[in-house]
């Protein structure tokens, strides 16, 4: 076998030092993309945090009351209310027949630990209906499974015993996935030392494959989009329309002579 002619190598290495410019280039173009795109919903952050401040002093016969990250709050839905918490509180409204308040507590950006400082102070000055916890997925980035399952039990000790907390939703990544598994388990075990009900929000998000990161994710590629909302709304949906039913069906019975 022959070895290459001197013009036949540099031919080579002009096409791998163009294709190896062309990666550069195109990576380069996608980073930027994306940091616009994170500049964009960043933006968003004021106007959703606003509309739920705007939104909790409508009056409503049920309080919803909502503690988590920027997943409650709907960053990348195209409007707050298209949110999991927002598909939550218009489930009520059409299961019971009666006006809902939301009080939406969630900040973005929160950890557990954050919650705990930030969240349950007001959440403990209210008696809410409903509870929905969804919080976590942040303290995934620094891992420190001890502190979290410090802060997951501050926030459990708080919650009536009707509250739905959900476990972390599922990231697709391995070296993520670890983490999320040790979260997980920590969420369940101390969610059984006190009753609570934990919606399989891991499960429905894993169930929707790695191609979600394409169909159910916002253009920062990681938050959820209105449909990625809508899936984490279908883990809530099962646990939540049957406590609905249980402890809001006697108020809405009316009295008949066989009564």
Same mark, same amino acid.
């Given at each position: 076998?022959?070895?290459?002619t001197?013009?036949?190598r540099?031919a /080579?290495?002009?096409? +791998?030092?163009? %294709?190896a410019?062309?990666i550069?280039?195109?990576t380069?173009?996608w980073?930027r993309d994306?940091e616009q795109?994170?500049?964009?919903?960043?933006?968003?952050?004021?106007?959703h945090? &606003?509309?739920?401040r705007?939104?909790?002093k409508?009056?409503?016969?049920?309080? $919803?009351?909502a503690?988590g990250?920027?997943a409650?709050?709907?960053?990348? @839905?195209s409007?707050?209310?298209?949110? $999991?918490?927002g598909?939550l =509180? #218009?489930?009520?409204?059409? &299961?019971?027949?009666?006006?809902?308040?939301?009080?939406?507590?969630?900040?973005s950006g929160?950890?557990? =630990?954050?919650?705990?400082? #930030?969240?349950?102070?007001?959440?403990?000055k209210?008696e809410p209906?409903?509870v929905? +916890?969804? *919080?976590?997925a942040?303290? /995934?980035a620094q891992?420190?499974?001890d502190a979290?399952?410090?802060g997951i039990?501050?926030v459990?000790?708080a919650l009536?015993?009707h509250a739905l907390?959900? #476990?972390?939703p599922? %990231?697709?990544?391995p070296h993520?996935e *670890?983490?999320?598994?040790m =979260?997980?388990?920590i969420i369940?075990?101390?969610?059984a030392? !006190?009753?609570?009900t934990?919606?399989?929000?891991?499960?429905?998000?894993?169930?929707?494959?790695f !191609?979600s990161?394409?169909?159910?994710? @916002?253009?920062?590629?990681?938050?959820?989009?209105d449909?990625?909302y809508?899936?984490?709304?279908e883990a %809530?949906?099962p646990?939540?329309?049957?406590?609905? &039913?249980? !402890?809001f069906?006697?108020?809405n019975?009316?009295?008949t002579? &066989?009564?």
């Open positions: 076998m022959t070895s290459p001197p013009r036949i540099s /080579i290495a002009t096409g +791998v030092a163009v %294709f410019t062309g550069v280039l195109v380069t173009w980073r994306l795109r994170k500049a964009i919903l960043n933006e968003t952050l004021p106007v945090s &606003a509309w739920w705007d939104n909790a409508q009056p409503g016969e049920l309080l $919803y009351v503690i990250d920027s409650a709050q709907g960053i990348g @839905a409007s707050p209310n298209k949110s $999991y918490v598909v =509180a #218009d489930h009520v409204r059409l &299961a019971t027949g009666r006006t809902v308040r939301v009080v939406n507590l969630s900040v929160a950890t557990v =630990a954050l919650a705990v400082r #930030d969240q349950l102070p007001r959440f403990d209210l209906d409903l929905t +916890v969804a *919080i976590g942040n303290d /995934i891992w420190n499974p979290f399952e410090t039990r501050s459990f000790d009536p015993p907390v959900a #476990d972390l599922c %990231f697709h990544l993520n *670890i983490k999320v598994a =979260a997980n388990e369940r075990r101390i969610a030392d !006190r009753t609570l934990v919606v399989p929000l891991h499960a429905t998000t894993k169930r929707a494959g !191609r990161i394409l169909t159910h994710v @916002a253009k920062d590629r990681f938050h959820p989009n449909r990625g809508r899936s984490w709304a %809530f949906l646990a939540m329309s049957a406590d609905v &039913a249980h !402890r069906a006697a108020v019975h009316t009295p002579e &066989a009564d």
